[in-house]
């Protein structure tokens, strides 16, 4: 098996971290599971092989202790990664035996420390570094931010949708994020513990989602009500009548008073939006379609009713 690093990522020594960075998102889609279902196994170990590449080069600090030895930092001496563990000082190969200076870390960060800067130099002796882990306090993950667009319908009634977060080794995860009923556009759902991964036994950051929401063909809304406009027949508003409607708790019955016009707005308590006080309205307003063809006998009929309207139509309207 391929233990080069540098191949393994397709990239030279000599390639910048942004390189790097590059290279690792072009190999982790590549060889990710999900886009190798004709051989999930074989792609699982290459996408494993490319993820603990990346995450030596990717570091600096790792990256130059790699460069400098041939293994990676969690291979050297006798602690295979996890402190204490301990690392020889002086001519030969780290971990090589026979050697009097021979030092004990507590954990792998105290050993890159080493290489990053602290080293023995500032006349510290190799003594400084013995147990330097001791008392490390832990650090918090990060919390990840997301944006959620929802259905009209599921804003208002809740439930339950599945979303893919991206996850900065570049494989994704599918998490299910329960809706609250009546959650308003730009509001944040939080799901602690999963965000991004604490260090020296940190807690895991939290998932921060914003929800949009997408808008509805026929309804809106202005909390905690609802608005709707409903289609009726010229005779159902000249004659009034009773009509279903559609509404969150399922088909209400409407009364349309006789003589109704487009103007009309009629209100049905309790159908709108439900909240910790209690539920909104559901407020209708009417809207008048005439017949797109007309029989001469009703085109008569219309004409005689219309010949002397009884009531001005257009006194109000005014330019000034």
Not at 66 to 81: A, E, I, K, L, R
Not at 140 to 149: K, P, W
């Amino acid at each position: 098996m391929n233990n080069d690093y540098y191949k393994i990522l397709e990239v030279p020594k000599t390639a910048t971290q942004e390189e790097i960075q590059k290279a690792y998102r072009k190999l982790a889609r590549k060889h990710h599971p999900d886009m190798n279902q004709n051989d999930p196994k074989g792609a699982k170990e290459k996408f494993q092989r490319v993820q603990e590449a990346f995450d030596v080069l990717g570091n600096p600090e790792k990256r130059k202790i790699y460069d400098q030895f041939g293994v990676p930092p969690d291979q050297m001496g006798s602690g295979g990664g996890q402190g204490p563990f301990q690392w020889s000082f002086g001519g030969g190969s780290p971990g090589a035996r026979g050697h009097s200076n021979q030092f004990n870390f507590d954990n792998l960060d105290d050993l890159i420390k080493m290489f990053s800067g602290g080293g023995f130099g500032n006349n510290q002796s190799p003594d400084d570094f013995v147990n330097v882990g001791a008392g490390r306090r832990p650090i918090r993950g990060s919390d990840v931010e997301q944006n959620l667009t929802i259905p009209f319908v599921m804003a208002v009634e809740g439930g339950k949708i599945d979303m893919k977060i991206r996850r900065s080794t570049g494989s994704n995860e599918t998490v299910t994020v329960k809706i609250p009923a009546g959650i308003a556009d730009g509001k944040k759902i939080r799901l602690n513990g999963l965000g991004n991964a604490g260090q020296f036994g940190g807690k895991t950051g939290n998932l921060l989602i914003t929800v949009h929401i997408e808008e509805h063909p026929f309804f809106r809304r202005k909390d905690p009500h609802l608005y709707v406009k409903i289609p009726v027949t010229l005779k159902e508003a000249v004659f009034g009548a009773k009509i279903d409607i559609p509404a969150p708790k399922g088909n209400v019955t409407l009364t349309i008073p006789a003589g109704s016009g487009s103007d009309t707005k009629l209100r049905v308590r309790g159908c709108g939006i439900a909240s910790k006080e209690g539920s909104g309205d559901l407020f209708a307003e009417l809207s008048v379609v005439l017949p797109k063809k007309w029989t001469t006998a009703e085109k008569e009929l219309l004409q005689k009713i219309t010949s002397e309207p009884s009531e001005p139509v257009r006194n109000d309207l005014q330019w000034k």
